[in-house]
């Protein structure tokens, strides 16, 4: 068009300087137009780029924030807790603190005055504090150092009386909060662990003095070392029909509750059933019940829900579930006791009851009929699900060692975690 134009206007513009001007129109306009054109597409190109560059950054923040969310949901994994009591150190129990949060020596006596009992009269050092300072425990913390695995002690009183004259005397209580500070001071703890456990109901005020003792613990600790644990162990039936305790205000002190999610049977007993039973029929006792107690009391990410490495066994009246108990029959049976029963007889009836979520063997010895309700992988399983299904903080577990060398609920944890 521009050449048919142009060879008009040079055959033309001899004749006529009009067609002259006409030529120079044709080229202004047709210069402006392409310009336009050009101007277009670049805008059009230059929105694309700047476009994509607007939209990386927001899919690498969607992603970042996946990443993050996924790194939520790895961090809200209930801790695992693994009591070790003084005479599994002493039998070299096998630990792996790779698989565990928290290591809490179990444990050291306090007396009513405050004093912890290391040593006996004679300054002869007690057991319990023997294997805390034996070569075996000091390699066990040397592992957990390396896996960021926290060190707890755990601090004991089982006698009602001894206990309120500890809390209710300021000169006592102080002494003892003294000594738990310097024993967390001194030998590089991560926190302590207080397990008073009363037995029967008593008149005395003790929720009051405990609340007290507790608070005031909690304070010192924090004090002298502000990332430090303050946990309580609590018997599962406790939390909603004994006066001692105010889990309300435990709640608010401590950094963890630890609900002893074991013994509603016992050896003592008068009829067999499971140790640790996730559901029970109508008001019995069960983990459920426990833990549905604590709704609206407690932060559920502060209870953490202590399951047995164990069961106990009984010579019963019958092979049926939860036949009444022979008197003074009742034993404990570890997770290493029932492991090797299974494996040295072929004649055991194995069940698994629905309702508890727990397994039963039944076997005659010597003509006596034995029934042992026990945990295994398949029972601890459903706990670690139970735990987070009511997103608690995590499962405690007792005992370490009662497991034996079988390294099965230990495979559970490493796949869990």
């Given at each position: 068009?521009?050449?048919?134009?142009?060879?008009?206007?040079?055959?033309?513009?001899d004749?006529?300087?009009?067609?002259?001007?006409?030529?120079?129109?044709?080229?202004?306009?047709?210069?402006?137009?392409?310009?336009?054109?050009?101007?277009?597409?670049?805008?059009?190109?230059?929105?694309?780029?700047?476009d994509?560059?607007?939209?990386m950054?927001?899919?690498?923040?969607?992603?970042?924030?996946?990443?993050d969310?996924s790194?939520?949901?790895?961090?809200?994994?209930?801790?695992?807790?693994?009591?070790?009591?003084?005479?599994?150190?002493?039998?070299n129990?096998?630990?792996?603190p790779e698989?565990?949060?928290?290591?809490?020596?179990?444990?050291?006596?306090?007396?009513?005055?405050?004093?912890?009992?290391?040593?006996?009269?004679?300054?002869?050092?007690l057991?319990?504090w023997?294997?805390?300072?034996s070569?075996?425990?000091?390699a066990?913390?040397?592992?957990?150092?390396?896996?960021?695995?926290?060190?707890?002690?755990?601090?004991?009183?089982?006698?009602?009386?001894?206990?309120?004259?500890?809390?209710?005397?300021?000169?006592?209580?102080?002494?003892?909060?003294?000594?738990?500070?310097?024993l967390?001071?001194?030998?590089?703890?991560?926190?302590?662990?207080?397990?008073?456990?009363?037995?029967?109901?008593?008149d005395?005020?003790?929720?009051?003095?405990?609340?007290?003792f507790?608070?005031?613990?909690?304070?010192?600790?924090?004090?002298?070392?502000?990332?430090?644990?303050?946990?309580?162990?609590?018997?599962?039936?406790?939390?909603?029909?004994?006066?001692?305790?105010?889990?309300?205000?435990?709640?608010?002190?401590?950094?963890?509750?630890?609900?002893?999610?074991?013994?509603y049977?016992?050896?003592?007993?008068?009829?067999?059933?499971p140790?640790?039973?996730?559901?029970?029929?109508?008001?019995?006792a069960?983990?459920?019940?426990?833990?549905?107690?604590?709704k609206?009391?407690?932060?559920?990410?502060?209870?953490?829900?202590?399951?047995?490495?164990y069961?106990y066994?009984?010579?019963?009246?019958?092979?049926?579930?939860e036949?009444?108990a022979?008197?003074?029959?009742?034993a404990?049976?570890?997770?290493?006791?029932?492991?090797?029963?299974?494996?040295?007889?072929?004649?055991?009836?194995?069940?698994?009851?629905?309702l508890?979520?727990?397994?039963?063997?039944?076997?005659?010895?010597?003509?006596?009929?034995?029934q042992?309700?026990?945990?295994?992988?398949?029972?601890?399983?459903?706990?670690?699900?139970?735990?987070?299904s009511?997103?608690?903080g995590?499962?405690?577990l007792?005992?370490?060692?009662?497991?034996?060398d079988?390294?099965?609920?230990?495979?559970?944890?490493?796949?869990?975690?």
């Amino acid at each position: 068009m521009i050449y048919m134009l142009h060879h008009f206007a040079k055959l033309k513009k001899d004749q006529n300087p009009f067609f002259l001007e006409f030529e120079r129109f044709i080229y202004l306009g047709i210069t402006a137009l392409l310009a336009s054109l050009a101007v277009f597409f670049l805008n059009s190109y230059t929105k694309d780029v700047f476009d994509q560059k607007a939209i990386m950054p927001v899919a690498e923040e969607a992603m970042a924030q996946q990443n993050d969310d996924s790194a939520k949901i790895a961090n809200d994994k209930p801790e695992i807790v693994g009591f070790l009591p003084s005479w599994s150190v002493a039998k070299n129990a096998k630990v792996f603190p790779e698989y565990l949060d928290q290591i809490i020596y179990f444990g050291i006596g306090i007396n009513k005055n405050g004093e912890l009992m290391l040593y006996d009269e004679q300054g002869k050092t007690l057991l319990e504090w023997n294997y805390f300072l034996s070569d075996n425990f000091k390699a066990i913390r040397s592992q957990a150092k390396i896996t960021n695995t926290k060190i707890l002690m755990s601090v004991k009183n089982f006698d009602n009386e001894e206990i309120d004259t500890l809390i209710s005397s300021p000169t006592n209580s102080k002494r003892a909060i003294k000594n738990l500070s310097r024993l967390l001071s001194d030998y590089e703890l991560d926190g302590i662990n207080i397990d008073f456990e009363y037995f029967t109901s008593t008149d005395f005020p003790t929720l009051k003095y405990y609340n007290s003792f507790l608070t005031d613990l909690q304070a010192e600790m924090k004090k002298q070392k502000p990332d430090s644990i303050l946990s309580v162990d609590i018997n599962a039936t406790a939390v909603y029909k004994d006066n001692a305790y105010d889990v309300v205000k435990i709640g608010d002190v401590v950094d963890q509750l630890i609900i002893m999610g074991y013994d509603y049977h016992v050896p003592q007993s008068t009829k067999s059933g499971p140790v640790s039973p996730i559901n029970s029929e109508g008001e019995d006792a069960s983990l459920n019940r426990t833990v549905m107690s604590l709704k609206g009391r407690i932060e559920p990410q502060k209870v953490i829900l202590a399951v047995p490495f164990y069961g106990y066994e009984w010579q019963t009246y019958s092979k049926d579930y939860e036949s009444f108990a022979v008197p003074h029959t009742g034993a404990l049976a570890t997770y290493k006791r029932v492991k090797e029963l299974l494996a040295s007889r072929d004649d055991l009836t194995v069940s698994y009851d629905d309702l508890s979520q727990s397994p039963r063997i039944v076997y005659t010895q010597n003509g006596l009929i034995k029934q042992i309700y026990y945990e295994d992988e398949k029972s601890l399983e459903n706990k670690l699900k139970f735990i987070r299904s009511h997103k608690l903080g995590g499962m405690g577990l007792w005992a370490l060692g009662y497991e034996g060398d079988y390294i099965e609920p230990w495979q559970l944890l490493k796949n869990y975690r």
